[in-house]
């Protein structure tokens, strides 16, 4: 019977059924119950490390990029004061050409109304009337 199942099995690439009793059946589900306690008890474990090694990950991550925010806010305050001086010192030179060119408008103005003034001053005193 034996040689006869083996031949089966190698003949149709199928596993025949047994006939097993119910204690057998009790012992696999005993044993199948075991494995799975023991599989879910290292599942937990190993969850627990990972949480843990992810939980240090996000800590070292944290802990990296609150050093490169300062670093960058430096940077940038640094940036805007250079900036900050580079444009008064622009706007200080627009003011002084813009005095510059007031005064300038000035000695035109006080000069033009100067040489209507003389201009009329000459044309009353001596050109005669008529």
Known sequence: METRMTALE???????????TKADVKALELKL???SAQLEL??????AQLEL?????????QTS???????????IHREIKTVKQE????????????????????????????????GVFYIA???PAG
């Open 33 to 35: 119950a075991e494995s």
């Open 65 to 75: 990029l609150n050093r490169l925010e300062i670093k960058l806010l430096d940077i």
């Open 10 to 20: 190698n003949r149709f690439d199928t596993i025949l059924p047994t006939l097993a």
């Open 42 to 47: 290292k599942l937990a474990e190993s969850s």
């Open 53 to 61: 090694k992810l939980a240090e990950s996000s800590a070292q991550h």
């Open 87 to 118: 444009l008064q010192q622009e706007i200080k030179a627009v003011c002084q050409k813009i005095d510059s060119n007031n005064w300038r408008m000035i000695v035109w103005m006080t000069t033009v109304v100067m040489t209507g003034f003389a």
């Open 125 to 127: 005193r001596y050109v």
